[in-house]
């Protein structure tokens, strides 16, 4: 059993004030399966007041409203979650594993993650890749999958802002780079060819000294779980080469990246934003006491300081125009590149 404190901060700075900031968060780690969220806290700067919901896949919401002037909007989440150790997963599957499978799909309760999705759906880039990697029924499916996901690894490479938030899989695959995001719904995409269920996982994952894993760590991650006969949804991690265990924390379900953002929302203003994001995961081997606070990295409190910190006050200049800009129309928030965009990245 593993107990890891999660610290994920987001930061947005607005170039000039805005009115109001209209957001939702799906930070607030999942409870199923082998993980329990022990506690959640979400810390909202300018203060208001923070609702909550889950959606029909069972994924905690946080919404809020913030209708105030404000030049930034500081969003603070903290977790701590409790994993116990997944069981072994075959290697291979029985004979009559596709026969079984097809049974199980006919019986509609899979379909929506079957169904081609905004950023998990054939493309002539993706038909390529079905041929140079021999994707058809064969082995058995467990098999087959284990080794998509070892050669997505290999065919890839892993390279930071090497796409946009809402690229398309075939910018990854033409260039062969990628971030998880990008690996997870070429993954996608390929299993759900096969008639398989495969849906996208968003969360954390952390990154041991111990351990050689190719993503990064100050960010948040992705994954792909397939349906499978027998052993139910198992977790793969194309951009590690992994199959998904204690060291990857769940947030949050869907069919692909635009069901489940960390970020997403509005806000009511003409200005340009700045998004900075901060990700820490640390593990331990017993549970800090719940009425006490987790320790806190040095480090991180260096960040939240800075984060926090009051912008500049506008020059009267500014406020003229800003009181010009009060009647603007709500403005979406439209990525322009990875590094600086809404909804917030992926590692």
């Not at 329990?36 to 409203?65: A, E, Q």
């Not at 105030?68 to 075959?90: N, R």
Request: hydrophobic residues 35%; glycine residues 4%; proline residues 8%.
């Amino acid at each position: 059993m593993k107990f890891f404190s999660i610290r994920h901060l987001t930061k947005f700075r607005y170039s000039d004030p805005v009115s109001e900031s209209v957001m939702e968060t799906r930070m607030h780690p999942r409870s199923d399966s082998n993980q329990r969220c022990l506690s959640f806290s979400l810390s909202v700067s300018p203060r208001c007041r923070v609702f909550s919901y889950r959606d029909h896949l069972g994924n905690n919401v946080h919404h809020f409203d913030i209708p105030g002037e404000h030049s930034q909007l500081v969003i603070v989440a903290e977790a701590l979650v409790e994993q116990q150790s997944l069981g072994a997963v075959p290697h291979f599957l029985h004979p009559g594993a596709w026969a079984q499978l097809d049974a199980l799909v006919a019986e509609g309760d899979y379909w929506e993650m079957l169904l081609p999705s905004e950023f998990a759906k054939p493309t002539p880039a993706l038909m390529g890749l079905v041929e140079l990697f021999d994707v058809r029924r064969r082995d058995d499916p467990l098999i087959l999958l284990r080794e998509m996901n070892e050669k997505l690894y290999q065919y890839f490479n892993y390279v930071p802002r090497s796409t946009r938030v809402d690229s398309p899989i075939d910018e990854a695959i033409q260039s062969r780079n990628g971030v998880c995001q990008d690996f997870t719904h070429t993954m996608i995409a390929l299993v759900r060819h096969l008639g398989i269920p495969c849906r996208y996982v968003s969360g954390y994952f952390y990154h041991g000294k111990e351990h050689m894993d190719r993503s990064v760590s100050d960010a948040t991650h992705a994954w792909a779980e397939a349906f499978l006969p027998h052993v139910g949804w198992v977790g793969f991690d194309p951009t590690n080469n992994l199959l998904a265990h204690e060291r990857h924390i769940r947030t949050a379900i869907g069919r692909d990246y635009a069901d489940v953002p960390p970020t997403t929302g509005i806000y009511r203003g003409r200005s340009d934003s700045e998004l900075y994001v901060a990700v820490q995961v640390t593990a331990f081997d017993k549970a800090p006491e719940l009425d006490q606070d987790m320790p806190v990295p040095e480090d991180w409190s260096i960040l939240v300081e800075r984060a926090q910190e009051p912008p500049p006050p506008p020059s009267t200049l500014l406020q003229l125009q800003h009181m010009q800009q009060q009647q603007s129309s709500m403005a979406a928030y439209t990525p322009p590149h990875k590094q600086g965009c809404h909804p917030e990245r992926v590692s």
